[in-house]
């Protein structure tokens, strides 16, 4: 093509081990790519009434029109199925190398549909897909899954995006796990994968990428290059990525949820002992960046433990603190490394286990379940090695861990008692984020549409030191206090916007205003490369139409499978209920009523029913999407007046 599509879509049917191509031209003009094509196929083609491990729900693969091109930080990919929690919109972000590679190999998405009755991974190597045995890998865990296909073909050149052990044990909270260090895992993509007996993808490509304007684009990748390399955020990103910016700041900032929300405030002396300069000069060995990265934000730690063996691995980030430091107590570097690690081996989503284990901690302290209960692990706070042993139980769903392996929400439901309103949930999946410190960060977690997460329309720009003068222009809100309702849907609207836009153009959320507002890569400099890229001019508010369109996609996906109302959007009871004990924050705690009125807001602004949350036609028709509204009133449930 003479743009920066490869204009190819593989149609992998499983069930009957045919392969077709269609253009990406019929998604492209509406939904550029990336994230906003995946949800627009998943919409037309997944029928009312599937279920998540059944045949008719899709694995969809895209990439974007900015993927795999010189534009900063061009790796991105994104996976996108049925929420396997919540019967709602899964979808996950993630870098590396495999979507570039994908797309030298030929195609811009992939769509699988059926189910194998044999263990099968997928080839895409140089514009040939072939569905082949995966006998030999299947029950691996992902590492040892990537090497055997790369000796295999012998090559080192090949990505693989694969799943453990969990997701073909069909435990919800999974995910697929790129070059063994980078997880797509929000929504358990991993267990839809396992219900097809779809072990994964190996891609390889030496294809070019054209660009419609090749000097206007090289033009428009230097300054935007530019900006980034002068950033200071890019600076603080490269020197320690995000488990540098994201461990005390964090904390102070009351984003770090301690022992399962008993608090939202770290204790100095413990949070101390996993800060990234302990982790910088005992285990870190180099640091990588993704594919046409200027940042190199990720880690390689290695260590040789008494405990815990030796472990070589990519990929941790701040999240892993949050998580298992924080929810579970746990101060020891060595046991933060070879969890994640495990996680990554066995392919589950960290944030889901994390939430998971910190749970069954507190059903423990509680004495609501005992060591007869748990086979008998002494589920006590900062025990790491019960830790670890539960996340191999949920893994093989063995004991207690196959009741986590079912995910929170549903098992508290059966165990009942007080546990329900000890599960922190979002639309029925672990919520690993804390929410009560910061009102937009917290409100954006909440509506996130996959069910919790805070790259959806969280932002840090409540506390990110961006001048109040500067988001009144940017943003139109009258303040930046944290704990203010005030204005926060202005910037989880914006946010959201920007983000479905950004993952459907296939550039890294990092280049942007999600960690530093001012003087990164923004709406300008990204609608110069795509204009160029693409041969059309696009303009800022273009491309945020574009982001809309996406998330309107999806919250009609959510309305029609998964039955999601306005109560779907309030956060947890805990949230509610629970002030913050210690630190800055001690207690703050949500208001009902102030939220219920900065949702009235926020449907306002989305141009979505007050009273159900459900899109009206009129919002829908003026993205283009009308036919999405007529399948809104095929099962009554379309936004009012």
């Known amino acids: 093509m003479n743009n920066s599509y490869t204009g190819q879509i593989a149609v992998i049917d499983l069930s009957s081990r045919k392969v077709e191509i269609e253009p990406t031209q019929k998604y492209a003009e509406k939904f550029l790519g990336g ?26 693969i895209g990439t974007g029109p900015l993927s795999a ?18 019967n709602g919109v899964s979808e996950s972000n993630a870098g590396g190398h495999f979507g570039p590679e994908l797309k030298f190999s030929g195609f811009d998405h992939v769509i699988v549909k059926g189910a194998s009755e044999h263990p099968c991974f997928i080839t895409i190597f140089n514009g040939k897909v072939e569905i082949r045995d995966a006998s030999d890998i299947w029950g691996k865990t992902t590492w040892e899954a990537d090497d055997w296909i790369k000796n295999n073909f012998n090559s080192r050149q090949i990505h693989t995006a694969l799943i453990g052990p969990a997701g073909e044990n069909r435990v919800r909270g999974t995910g697929v796990i790129i070059d063994r260090g980078r997880a797509a895992a929000r929504g358990g993509i991993g267990g839809v994968m396992g219900s097809k007996n779809l072990k994964g993808f190996a891609a390889s490509g030496d294809g070019e990428i054209h660009v419609a304007k090749p000097e206007r684009f090289f033009e428009a990748v230097q300054k935007a290059w530019q900006k980034l390399r002068i950033s200071p955020k890019t600076k603080i990103m490269h020197e320690g990525g995000t488990h540098l910016d994201g461990t005390l700041g964090a904390n102070e900032a009351g984003m770090i949820t301690v022992r399962n929300g008993q608090d939202a405030y770290w204790a100095l002396d413990r949070i101390s002992k996993v800060d990234y300069p302990i982790f910088k000069e005992r285990y870190e060995k180099r640091r990588l960046g993704c594919f046409a990265c200027p940042t190199y934000c990720s880690h390689v730690y290695q260590m040789e433990s008494e405990r815990y063996g030796k472990v070589i691995e990519e990929g941790f980030e701040a999240n892993t603190v949050w998580g ?26 960290q944030d889901y286990v994390a939430v998971a284990i910190s749970w069954a901690m507190e059903l423990f302290e509680l004495g609501l379940i005992t060591k007869k209960d748990l086979g008998g692990l002494d589920l006590t706070w900062g025990n790491a090695e019960a830790a670890i042993q539960m996340i191999h139980r949920i893994a093989h769903r063995e004991g207690f861990g196959d009741v986590l392996a079912n995910g929170i929400a549903r098992s508290a439901k059966e165990i009942g008692r007080e546990t329900e309103k000890l599960a922190v949930c979002v639309k029925g999946q672990e919520n690993m984020d804390e929410c009560r410190a910061a009102i937009a960060w917290g409100f954006g977690v909440v509506v996130s549409l996959k069910g919790g997460g805070h790259v959806e329309g969280s932002c840090n720009t409540e506390n990110d030191g961006t001048s109040l003068e500067y988001a009144k222009k940017k943003f139109g809100v009258s303040t930046l206090d944290p704990h203010s309702y005030q204005d926060k849907e202005k910037l989880v609207f914006w946010f959201e916007r920007y983000k479905q836009m ?3 153009i296939g550039l890294c959320y990092f280049t942007g205003p999600i960690i530093e507002t001012e003087g990164r890569v923004g709406l300008p400099e990204i ?10 001019d696009f303009t800022n508010d273009e491309l945020l139409e574009y982001g809309q369109r996406a998330q309107n996609v999806q ?11 306005r109560k779907d959007d309030l956060p947890p009871e805990r949230f509610l209920n629970e002030e913050i004990k210690t630190g800055p924050h001690a207690g703050v705690k949500l208001d009902l009523s102030e939220w219920n009125q900065l949702l009235d807001r926020y449907y306002r602004l989305n141009g979505w029913d007050i009273q159900t ?27 009012g007046e």
């Open 555 to 565: 919250k009609v996906f959510n309305t029609i499978h998964a039955g999601f109302t």
């Open 69 to 86: 091109t010189l534009a900063p930080s061009s790796g991105r990919v994104t996976f996108g199925c049925m929420n396997a929690f919540n």
């Open 502 to 504: 950004l993952d459907s």
């Open 324 to 349: 298992f430091g924080g929810r579970l107590d746990i101060t020891d570097p060595e046991a933060l490394i070879a969890i994640h690690a495990l996680n990554s081996q066995y392919g589950l989503d």
């Open 35 to 60: 994230k906003g094509v995946n949800q627009s196929i998943l919409l037309d083609r997944i029928p009312p009434g599937t279920k998540p491990y059944d045949a008719d729900n899709l694995v969809v």
């Open 527 to 536: 609608a110069e490369m795509l204009s160029a890229a693409l041969g059309r």
């Open 613 to 639: 949350s459900w899109p009206k036609r009129e919002t829908l028709e003026r993205l283009g999407l009308g036919y999405a509204a007529d399948k809104l009133e095929e099962v009554g449930r379309i936004g």
